[in-house]
């Protein structure tokens, strides 16, 4: 009976590690930031829907749904400490194609709650800005800010993946 359950324990703390070794390793070349691991493109720009299909060939995988201003900060923080990034147009997945005005995350389908838009955005200029940016600038004022954009532009992009499921597939 002390053999079954010493063996059982012993099952139990393999299985804990295996579960924290996963939660803890992001894919590589992603940043990690509370439950999610992030990806920014640099060069590799594309237009909104291409871009939603590769940050997709990770599990679990989208272009970033920015929830709260935590993350909003460390997104900003981020693409303002590399030289490359600033002053440069990042796709996140908001999007208001399904309904004019009706912003959702692409990643949830959920109406966006914390927002960080830009003076007089979002504008729907032409009638045909339904998905979001981030842009970065140090010349900016403010220097970072969401804008509706027309989804065909090409620019750069951010993924969130969600820690324990960060692993690259197909
Ligand atoms: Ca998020
Ligand atoms: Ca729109
Ligand atoms: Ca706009």
């Given at each position: 009976m002390m053999i079954v359950q010493y063996a059982n324990v012993v099952f139990l703390a393999i299985l804990l590690l295996k579960v924290n070794t996963a939660?803890?390793?992001?894919?590589?070349?992603?940043?990690?930031?509370?439950?999610?691991?992030?990806?920014?493109?640099?060069?590799?720009?594309?237009?909104w829907i291409?871009?939603?299909?590769?940050?997709?060939?990770?599990?679990?995988?989208?272009?970033?749904a920015i929830?709260?201003?935590?993350?909003?900060?460390?997104i900003y923080q981020h693409l303002l400490s590399i030289p490359q990034h600033r002053d440069n147009d990042f796709w996140i997945g908001g999007t208001d194609e399904f309904v004019e005005g009706h912003w959702v995350w692409i990643s949830t389908m959920q109406r966006l709650g914390f927002t960080d838009w830009y003076p007089g955005n979002p504008s729907d200029s032409g009638s045909n800005e339904d998905c979001l940016e981030i842009m970065v600038g140090l010349s900016a004022s403010p220097r970072h800010y969401w804008n509706d954009e027309d989804c065909s532009k090409k620019a750069n992009f951010i993924c969130e993946v969600p820690m324990s499921e960060g692993l690259i597939v197909g």
């Open positions: 939660q803890e390793v992001c894919p590589e070349g992603f940043m990690k930031h509370g439950e999610s691991c992030y990806f920014f493109s640099s060069h590799l720009a594309a237009d291409e871009a939603g299909s590769f940050c997709k060939r990770f599990n679990g995988g989208d272009l970033v929830q709260t201003q935590s993350e909003n900060e460390f």
